[in-house]
Nanobody, 115 residues
Framework: QVQLVESGGGLVQPGGSLRLSCTASGDLLRISAMAWYRQAPGKQRELVAYVDHLGVTKYQDFAKGRFTISGDNARQTVYLQMNSLQPRDTAVYFC?????????WGQGMQVTVSS
């Protein structure tokens, strides 16, 4: 059974930074892509960024220039460095792995940007 464990969320002031991490336990076989999503209260879950097994990345417009996604396939870990955080970034953040066993989600962790 695969389990994704997230860490790094919490409360940060506007303009601050956080680094999210997500590590998968168990054998995911071949990882094709890793991603971060987020869901704000009353809104649908949305993609933040993803990185594929070749290291190709894609960001939503709100993340460009502020967030950086990186992945370590060997360690089955994905990171999201978030800088210049704003209150609009407040949400529950989820990691997602796409692999030979299908899609796997983390449990989600709260990121709150507030003074």
């Amino acid at each position: 059974q695969v389990q994704l464990v997230e860490s790094g969320g919490g409360l940060v002031q506007p303009g601050g930074s956080l680094r999210l991490s997500c590590t998968a336990s168990g054998d995911l076989l071949r990882i094709s892509a890793m991603a971060w999503y987020r869901q704000a209260p009353g809104k649908q879950r949305e993609l933040v960024a993803y990185v594929d097994h070749l290291g190709v990345t894609k960001y939503q417009d709100f993340a460009k220039g502020r967030f950086t996604i990186s992945g370590d396939n060997a360690r089955q870990t994905v990171y999201l460095q978030m800088n210049s955080l704003q209150p609009r970034d407040t949400a529950v953040y989820f990691c997602y792995f796409n692999s030979g066993i299908g899609g796997s989600w983390g449990q989600g962790m709260q990121v709150t940007v507030s003074s």
